[in-house]
């Protein structure tokens, strides 16, 4: 058992950290998404604690968070993010189901 947790956790830790940013976010926001059958999402917490659970720097994540923003697939509303790409809302809509 103890070796079956340490296997998936080495996955998870490999997955994690070869993941760009914006990847973290996307399957962040999926998962989110998928609670809540809702383009309107909320973070799981603040900027702060999001960097510090995807191992990222603070303001590097803002910085993918305001390029997002910036290419319409996303809108901030403080701790509220609305899904704009509809290619996403497709896709994972259809998974839920």
Do not use: C
Request: hydrophobic share 35%.
């Amino acid at each position: 058992l103890l070796s079956e947790n340490t296997a998936l956790l080495n996955q998870k830790i490999m997955e994690t950290t070869q993941q760009t940013i914006r990847n973290q976010l996307i399957t962040t926001f999926k998962k989110q998404f998928q609670k809540s059958h809702s383009p309107r999402i909320q973070l799981p917490s603040n900027k702060k604690q999001l960097a510090q659970s995807l191992g990222v720097a603070r303001t590097s994540l803002s910085r993918e968070l305001k390029r997002m923003s910036d290419q319409k697939l996303i809108e901030m509303n403080g701790k509220w993010i609305i899904l704009q790409y509809q290619p996403w809302l497709e896709i994972w809509g259809s998974e839920i189901q």
